[in-house]
């Protein structure tokens, strides 16, 4: 337990991070995203990978999109996670059922550990069934 869902996932993701590698451990992480997740991978010396979530579709997350991200990163770094808000901060989108799915199944398959930040109270949510992502 600690006081904050910030502080549990940077220690989640010191164990994933190989400072001693030759290439930097990557995360993958929406833009826009809450911008202090940003600077706290920064100062464990993790990378961002950026992936963009879809304006026109209301700020969606698209499986597309995090596939084209992962394909950009080979080379450039060592992706080992896939940091997810839902619903979004600043956007506020709520992902869909499909879009979960989606996302779990393209995280196993690229053997991506999935760092989910979700709010279950709250507006976002008293405005659409509450979907969850599970962390397994
Ligand atoms: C996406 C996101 N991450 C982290 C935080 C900070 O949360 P905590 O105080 O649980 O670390 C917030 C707070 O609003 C947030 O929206």
Avoid at 116 to 125: D, E, F, L, T
Wanted: with cysteine; glycine share 6%.
């Amino acid at each position: 337990m600690t006081s904050g869902s910030q502080r549990s996932l940077m220690l989640v993701l010191k164990m994933l991070v190989h400072n001693q590698a030759s290439l930097l451990t990557g995360v993958l992480t929406a833009v826009p995203a809450y911008s202090y997740f940003k600077m706290m991978l920064q100062r464990l010396g993790t990378t961002v990978v950026p992936y963009y979530l879809d304006e026109e579709q209301g700020w969606a997350m698209e499986v597309e999109e995090l596939r084209r991200a992962l394909q950009a990163s080979k080379g450039v770094c060592n992706p080992v996670a896939l940091y997810v808000i839902n619903p979004g901060n600043p956007t506020g989108h709520v992902q869909s059922r499909k879009c979960i799915e989606e996302v779990i199944r393209f995280a196993a398959k690229e053997r991506l550990m999935r760092c989910i930040r979700k709010v279950c109270s709250g507006r976002a949510v008293s405005l659409s069934p509450i979907r969850r992502f599970c962390l397994r």
